[in-house]
């Protein structure tokens, strides 16, 4: 596994200016047990001090030249960069799939938790079996969006889901429960950003089964209470979550060994 | 215009039925759907699916989707304050803890979007709701002619179909608000209703997601038009079904499970006719 070239404390990195009244709210990974393994982030585009030449994103092109300065013998070290317009979005959706997928992997993998009732194992293979789905949805999309330039398309990421005790079921459910929440907020927080009508709807089709999702496992976890949708992440004007790519990667970094940038992600459509 | 005023031209239609033949119309949902179709569709939702084909336009009017998405939670808000109000949920449980905690947010999502249309010189006037279908349902325990576990499973029915329409409405909207403030919002309505969604399902004994186009055990037949759609197993061309999965391969039947990863959207038309199934003209004295 790399080692992250620059330590960037991302919990405390504020996202650009809040655009809208939604809250935004970093869901905490504490007593996970996660070691202080941080993340090679760079900010967005807009953020001149993380992207020295990064084009802006301004104009959405949902088939971008995803290298503005291409390199006939590209270094084969260098980290991989999600890409600008529509493809950005996808790979940083693929990203969050690829996590899920490899998460609920090893959760059938280890045989479930401890003491699960056949309830439960049903559950954790339908999620097993959506996010699997997702992320070869998103890996046949990219392909296709990519035939001439295979480069600009996500590889496969390495994970570390080394700080998940897979035989707990608290473990296992609290990190269910922060990855589902967070994949809500990362394309709730994307769908501004995306230029194409069709991505948009796609992107729609995926996020309220990752809230069906979040909100099963939040029920496991405390069956009889309002969690399900709870005031933790539904503020009082009844809005979900909505991340900035830059928190939601901070979030998830902590289980992805693979480094990749988002330098180029496109900014939101209307700012507010 | 009136946010209501498209709806009008079913409502009239109610104004001349008694109840036996409304229990028909429950089975002809197809026929609001055309009715829909063919009325006047204000702002923006007659150009929905002319919307959803751009992809550059910046300056979609926000009014007729939000129009749409207010008229459903008003029906939502109002329904879940009755059942609340209606003892018909057994008191200190599960399901009161969640109905609670949707009827706040059915509330906020009122306040917003009510908020939003005001300023837009909208008229946000509140159509008035019969949730018993004009007698076909009996969800708050009132005819005196049905038991409390009858009406108890009524009232969950009716949230798990009124949620799972929300769901898909909100989504079917969602090009139409592109370039607009508003679409990060209806994104944080809509995730929210599939929050809903799912626990009510999984009250009522069913998965939190839709399997196929079924409506699920106990849902009224007339609930299917809330379901048709969902059986999709090809996204953007993709057959997910015949897809070779190679060391992650599905678990259990893959038409299933892949119905299940998707939420389908609904069109404007379709959502009105559902929610219009539970709408009264302010001149219905029939009651």
């Known amino acids: ?272 | 215009m009136s946010i209501i005023k498209l709806l009008d031209e079913f409502s009239s239609e109610k104004l001349t039925t008694k109840s036996s033949s409304r229990r028909e119309m429950f089975n002809t949902l197809g026929s609001f759907g055309k009715k829909a179709a063919a009325a006047a569709i204000p702002f923006g939702m007659a150009a929905n699916s002319a919307k959803a084909a751009s992809s550059s336009a910046m300056f979609y009017d926000h009014e007729g989707p939000l129009g749409l998405a207010l008229v459903l939670e008003y029906l939502e808000a109002e329904f879940y304050m009755k059942a609340l109000e209606s003892g018909v949920i057994p008191a200190g449980g599960r399901a009161e803890k969640v109905y609670m905690q949707i009827s706040k947010h059915e509330d906020a999502h009122v306040a917003l979007l009510k908020s939003v249309l005001d300023d837009a010189g909208e008229d946000t006037t509140s159509p008035m709701f019969d949730f018993t279908a004009g007698g076909a349902f009996d969800p708050f325990n009132t005819s005196g002619e049905v038991d409390m576990d009858t009406s108890y499973a009524q009232l969950l029915a009716l949230a798990q179909a009124f949620e799972d329409t929300g769901v898909r409405a909100y989504k079917g909207q969602a090009p139409a608000l592109m370039g607009t403030p508003y679409l990060e919002t209806a994104l944080q309505i809509h995730s929210v209703e599939a929050r809903h969604a799912s626990e009510i399902r999984r009250i009522r004994g069913l998965e939190g997601w839709i399997t196929l186009n079924n409506r699920g055990a106990d849902m009224p037949e007339a609930t299917q038009a809330v379901y048709d759609g969902e059986e999709l197993t090809t996204q953007a061309d993709i057959d997910l079904v015949g897809y070779d999965y190679g060391d992650s391969p599905l678990v259990g039947d893959p038409a299933e499970a892949v119905s299940q990863a998707f939420d389908e959207p609904i069109t404007a038309e379709t959502a009105t006719a559902i929610a219009s199934l539970f709408i009264v003209s302010e001149d219905d004295s029939d009651g």
Do not use: W
């Open chain 1, 1 to 272: 596994m790399k080692k992250p070239l620059v330590k960037v404390d991302v919990l405390n990195a504020s996202s650009k200016n809040s655009k809208n009244s939604s809250r935004r709210k970093f869901i905490k990974l504490s007593g996970l047990g996660i070691a202080g393994s941080s993340f090679l982030l760079y900010g967005c585009s807009e953020d001149d001090m993380f992207n020295p030449g990064g084009d802006q994103g301004m104009t959405p092109d949902p088939d971008p030249d995803p290298d503005p300065d291409p390199d006939p013998d590209p270094d084969p070290d260098a980290v991989f960069d999600l890409g600008s317009g529509d493809l950005g979005i996808l790979n940083y959706a693929y990203a969050l799939e690829q996590l899920e997928a490899a998460f609920y992997t090893a959760v059938r993998g280890g045989g479930y938790y401890e003491g699960a009732p056949q309830e439960e194992k049903d559950l954790f293979d339908d999620l097993y079996n959506h996010e699997v789905i997702h992320r070869e949805f998103f890996r046949t999309a990219i392909a296709a969006a990519t035939t001439d330039t295979p480069e600009a398309m996500l590889p496969d990421l390495e994970f570390d889901l080394s700080s998940v005790d897979l035989a707990s079921r608290d473990s296992v459910l609290a990190t269910a429960m922060a990855l589902e929440d967070t994949g809500v907020g990362a394309y709730n927080g994307a769908g501004d950003r995306i230029a194409s009508a069709t991505y948009l709807t796609l992107a729609g089709k995926i996020v309220s089964v990752e809230a069906r999702h979040a909100s099963a496992i939040r029920s496991l976890i405390n069956p009889d209470s309002a969690d399900f949708a709870g005031d933790d992440v539904i503020d009082e004007n009844g809005l979900d979550l909505a991340y900035d790519p830059s928190e939601v990667i901070g979030i998830a970094g902590p289980f992805i060994a693979t480094e990749f940038t988002a330098n180029n992600l496109p900014e939101p459509m209307t700012g507010a």
